[in-house]
């Protein structure tokens, strides 16, 4: 009789312990299921996190960048670099973007650690949180996903979460539109063969989705592509000399005037596969797709969105893309934004031996 008290006691307590411990488990993973679907801020210090901060920041943007335009942009390339250098410009480039739909288009600079190359990468947070608020990804993110190839796309939430790279341009997109949504996409490793054809297969799937939907494309939907231009410098590049044409003033102007040349040259006017080809060979090495030929972090954002956007166009409008220059920037050679005071900084130093570039481009 005791023996049976005792086996009895014994499996009513391994049945309460394993229903505490089933408990907690399914509690851990309802946690885990709810913070999954928000991606948090990354960059706390070269972008704001809280709204009192964007709103300083958006207070103390120079007159001529926060000039109202009825202009509406299909797609655009914008800037991601620290506010204090570069959030004028932020203003002035995505000003023409009218759309509730965004698909937001990033630099992958964390691709190495994760070992992705050769694939478009995607997240499946449902939401993201910004300074003012949290910004909804939109359904046809999903839509678009179960339209594409399997061999086009990869799911990595955490490269998405550590990428700084569009979290710096949705609290610019709230503020122009309250409503807006975003598709956001991050472009790692790619050779351009690959960009062209995936290009090609979203470019299309959007267009179906976008009948679909009654959507125009700039009044509905536009890209904006994330990507900010030379890295220059010999200085803080980790081992790396950055810096071809020297340090002085006259190697930063020819750094400078050569960014010019590849925005006119391949950037703007009629967009081409062939200029966007040229664009690639300039900055990458021919011999190994992986490697800096000339140190823009949007060697691959720039030719994948660029090329989907002007086929996006192509297919549901018969013509090619337009591009101008909205303006160049770069952190030495314009003048900054005060941040100190609003608990904000600066994620890298501005000078001659250390500096980056900033274009604006519109297309329509």
Not at 28 to 55: A, C
Not at 172 to 189: A, C, D, E, G, T
Not at 196 to 220: C, H, K, P, T, W
Not at 239 to 245: E, G, Q, T, V
Request: proline share 3%.
């Amino acid at each position: 009789m005791k023996t049976f008290k005792i086996e009895n006691l014994l499996t009513f307590s391994f049945f309460i312990f394993s229903v505490l411990c089933f408990g907690q488990q399914k509690a851990n993973e309802n946690f885990s299921d709810v913070n999954i679907q928000i991606r948090h801020l990354e960059d706390t210090i070269g972008f704001p996190q809280y709204k009192w901060q964007m709103d300083s920041i958006l207070s103390r943007i120079a007159a001529e960048d926060k000039i109202i335009t009825s202009e509406i942009s299909k797609a655009l390339i914008c800037p991601h670099d620290d506010y204090a250098y570069a959030a004028g410009l932020y203003k002035k480039t995505l000003s023409s973007i009218k759309a509730n739909t965004i698909v937001l288009i990033g630099v992958a600079h964390r691709a190495r650690n994760f070992d992705i190359k050769d694939k478009i990468v995607f997240g499946s947070f449902k939401e993201w949180q910004t300074a003012f608020g949290n910004i909804k990804i939109s359904p046809l993110r999903d839509r678009l996903l179960s339209l594409i190839p399997d061999s086009t796309y990869i799911i990595q939430n955490e490269m998405m979460q550590l990428e700084h790279s569009l979290e710096a341009i949705t609290p610019f997109l709230q503020q122009n539109n309250k409503s807006v949504q975003i598709i956001p996409m991050l472009v790692p490793y790619n050779s351009f063969e690959n960009m062209n054809s995936f290009s090609e297969v979203i470019a299309q799937a959007l267009a179906n989705l976008m009948r679909e939907n009654n959507l125009n494309y700039g009044e509905d939907l536009a890209v904006v592509i994330s990507s900010d231009a030379i890295h220059y410098g010999n200085e803080g590049w980790g081992n790396s000399n950055l810096a071809p044409f020297g340090v002085d003033s006259v190697g930063t102007s020819k750094a400078y005037l050569k960014d010019l040349d590849i925005i006119k040259n391949f950037l703007t006017e009629e967009i081409s596969k062939e200029g966007i080809s040229e664009f690639n060979k300039v900055t990458v090495k021919e011999e190994n797709y992986m490697e800096y030929n000339w140190t823009w972090c949007g060697r691959y954002s720039i030719p994948f969105g660029v090329l989907m956007a002007n086929k996006l166009n192509l297919i549901l409008h018969n013509k090619p893309l337009y591009g101008e220059l909205v303006d160049y920037r770069s952190s030495i050679h314009n003048k900054h934004i005060k941040v100190d005071d609003l608990g904000m900084g600066t994620t890298a130093p501005a000078k001659n031996t250390h500096w980056v570039g900033y274009a604006g481009i519109k297309y329509n």
